[in-house]
């Protein structure tokens, strides 16, 4: 048996160790969206801490800067003369839940139906936070060493834009320093297939307020001469979306670069099944796809902007009378392609609003933290470790995939150090409705993630 035998079983023999530790995990619901969940944000972190200390991780502890929700920090630093400095990143805050009642089980009791694991938080991303430390006891368990050093990183605000990212790496860059980023923040190609990914939108935000009156009044008294602001809001929104479904933002194109032949070719081959897609997604049988049908799926989840509605203050029916309402709110997230600065697709969404608002309503336009889309060339040494170490662990190559999401961290930390590779693998799969109700990870190709990460810290030892 090889070192990496001794491991690789380790890692095995430690499956149901690993599953117990995600679901501890999973019921401290550390959504750090909520101002109630602060508390349960930091028990997360604390929780987190102690799983890495238990890992056989060193100098373990909570950081932040200003108020932000906590960061875990940990290291092991003592591999052979001239290896390298291994980054492995996950977060331990989640999204708020949704709709609770539309949940098959609680999303904060942690389920198993058909070979998967329901729960908040169980694929994005505590079973990436998991699979870091047990990679990082298959080696130290076994060895009593690692094949390089290793850093670990669990961000506890990556649900909220990572607001105070680049503070935070400003005030930790010397403890931080690494050769090579790991983030196992994203996802597989589909079940049983690995992905590598190269590319994630960026992420623009605003809220648009539209206000007509000091209060409400009677809208038999009033409606048809005093302005109603949820129709104004309305037809702001309207005007966002072409009868595409396309975003409408005027000269939000200008910056969106078309496809190349080659970016296109490059798209993987199994692109192109959108009915599929949607199925998956849980599309209902009349409604029909969206974007450009010029355009491939794929081109459109990974590589053009898009814009969603993801919240809307008004009245709630219960308990609403015949009153036209003081104001109305949306927040608006936009998903930007590769090259779209964020602060000037928040430019643009304002001028467009400005231009759009009925009836000379009061607009409150508040722009939200924003992040810039990521791409890297998915070559070069530690391109290569990775994909023989996904090989390794799934039996099949990876396939080299965009994301349509963002992860905010990628771009400034790889830049904050030189421009170092950022390897993006993952728990999730298109299964796992990430952010949606019903969140799952799939635990058979979560152990195959553990093994690749094992394989992985081996492959880089010479990158
Ligand atoms: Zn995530």
């Given at each position: 048996m090889t070192a990496l035998d001794d491991a690789l079983a380790a890692a095995d023999a430690a499956r149901a160790a690993a599953r117990t530790e995600l679901e501890e995990l999973v019921r401290i619901p550390s959504i750090s969206a909520d101002p109630d969940r602060r508390d349960d944000v930091r028990a997360s972190a604390d929780a987190t801490a102690d799983l890495l200390r238990a890992h056989g991780l060193e100098s373990v502890r909570l950081a932040g800067v200003d108020d932000s929700h906590p960061y875990v920090i940990g290291e092991w630093m003592h591999a052979s003369a001239g290896a390298p400095t291994v980054l492995l990143y996950a977060h331990h805050d989640v999204q708020p839940p949704g709709i609770v009642d539309n949940w098959e089980s609680d999303p904060f009791e942690p389920t198993e139906r058909g070979g998967r694991l329901y729960g908040r938080g169980s694929a994005d991303d505590k079973a990436g936070g998991v699979a870091h430390a047990h990679a990082v006891s298959a080696w130290l368990n076994t060895s009593g060493e690692l094949p390089c050093n290793v850093r670990v990183l669990i961000e506890g605000e990556e649900e909220i834009g990572s607001p105070t990212l680049s503070s935070f790496l400003d005030a930790h860059v010397e403890e931080l320093r690494s050769d090579v980023l790991v983030l196992a923040d994203a996802g597989n190609w589909k079940v049983g297939v690995p992905g590598l990914t190269y590319s994630l939108r960026g992420l623009a935000a605003a809220d648009i307020e539209l206000r007509a009156l000091d209060g409400p009044v009677h809208s038999g008294m009033a409606g048809g001469a005093i302005p109603d602001p949820v129709a104004g809001l309305a037809r702001v929104l309207a005007s966002l979306v072409d009868d595409r479904g396309d975003v409408a933002i005027d000269?939000?194109?200008?910056?969106v670069r078309p496809l190349t032949e080659h970016e296109r070719a490059a798209?993987?081959?199994?692109?192109?099944d959108p009915d599929g897609f949607g199925r998956a997604m849980g599309i209902r049988p009349g409604a029909h796809m969206v974007g450009?049908?010029?355009?491939?799926l794929h081109e459109r989840l990974w590589f053009r902007p898009s814009l969603t509605v993801i919240g809307i203050d008004a009245?709630?029916?219960?308990?609403?009378?015949?009153q036209i309402i003081a104001r109305a709110t949306a927040r608006l997230s936009l998903r930007l392609a590769p090259g779209q600065e964020p602060d000037r697709v928040i430019e643009q969404l304002r001028a467009h609003v400005e231009r759009h608002v009925p009836w000379g309503l009061e607009l409150r336009f508040t722009a939200l933290e924003g992040a810039p889309a990521w791409q890297t060339d998915p070559s070069g040494p530690a391109f290569d470790a990775a994909r023989r170490a996904l090989r390794a662990g799934f039996g099949t190559d990876p396939v080299l995939m965009g994301v349509g999401?963002?992860?905010?961290?990628v771009g400034p930390f790889a830049d904050a150090f030189g421009g170092i590779p950022a390897l993006l693998l993952g728990p999730a799969d298109p299964h796992s409705r990430i952010h949606g109700e019903n969140e799952s990870l799939h635990l058979g190709d979560w152990h195959k993630l553990i093994a690749s990460e094992v394989h992985l810290l081996q492959e880089l030892r010479n990158f």
């Amino acid at each position: 048996m090889t070192a990496l035998d001794d491991a690789l079983a380790a890692a095995d023999a430690a499956r149901a160790a690993a599953r117990t530790e995600l679901e501890e995990l999973v019921r401290i619901p550390s959504i750090s969206a909520d101002p109630d969940r602060r508390d349960d944000v930091r028990a997360s972190a604390d929780a987190t801490a102690d799983l890495l200390r238990a890992h056989g991780l060193e100098s373990v502890r909570l950081a932040g800067v200003d108020d932000s929700h906590p960061y875990v920090i940990g290291e092991w630093m003592h591999a052979s003369a001239g290896a390298p400095t291994v980054l492995l990143y996950a977060h331990h805050d989640v999204q708020p839940p949704g709709i609770v009642d539309n949940w098959e089980s609680d999303p904060f009791e942690p389920t198993e139906r058909g070979g998967r694991l329901y729960g908040r938080g169980s694929a994005d991303d505590k079973a990436g936070g998991v699979a870091h430390a047990h990679a990082v006891s298959a080696w130290l368990n076994t060895s009593g060493e690692l094949p390089c050093n290793v850093r670990v990183l669990i961000e506890g605000e990556e649900e909220i834009g990572s607001p105070t990212l680049s503070s935070f790496l400003d005030a930790h860059v010397e403890e931080l320093r690494s050769d090579v980023l790991v983030l196992a923040d994203a996802g597989n190609w589909k079940v049983g297939v690995p992905g590598l990914t190269y590319s994630l939108r960026g992420l623009a935000a605003a809220d648009i307020e539209l206000r007509a009156l000091d209060g409400p009044v009677h809208s038999g008294m009033a409606g048809g001469a005093i302005p109603d602001p949820v129709a104004g809001l309305a037809r702001v929104l309207a005007s966002l979306v072409d009868d595409r479904g396309d975003v409408a933002i005027d000269g939000l194109w200008e910056e969106v670069r078309p496809l190349t032949e080659h970016e296109r070719a490059a798209i993987p081959g199994l692109d192109d099944d959108p009915d599929g897609f949607g199925r998956a997604m849980g599309i209902r049988p009349g409604a029909h796809m969206v974007g450009d049908p010029a355009t491939t799926l794929h081109e459109r989840l990974w590589f053009r902007p898009s814009l969603t509605v993801i919240g809307i203050d008004a009245h709630p029916i219960k308990g609403s009378s015949n009153q036209i309402i003081a104001r109305a709110t949306a927040r608006l997230s936009l998903r930007l392609a590769p090259g779209q600065e964020p602060d000037r697709v928040i430019e643009q969404l304002r001028a467009h609003v400005e231009r759009h608002v009925p009836w000379g309503l009061e607009l409150r336009f508040t722009a939200l933290e924003g992040a810039p889309a990521w791409q890297t060339d998915p070559s070069g040494p530690a391109f290569d470790a990775a994909r023989r170490a996904l090989r390794a662990g799934f039996g099949t190559d990876p396939v080299l995939m965009g994301v349509g999401g963002s992860i905010p961290f990628v771009g400034p930390f790889a830049d904050a150090f030189g421009g170092i590779p950022a390897l993006l693998l993952g728990p999730a799969d298109p299964h796992s409705r990430i952010h949606g109700e019903n969140e799952s990870l799939h635990l058979g190709d979560w152990h195959k993630l553990i093994a690749s990460e094992v394989h992985l810290l081996q492959e880089l030892r010479n990158f």
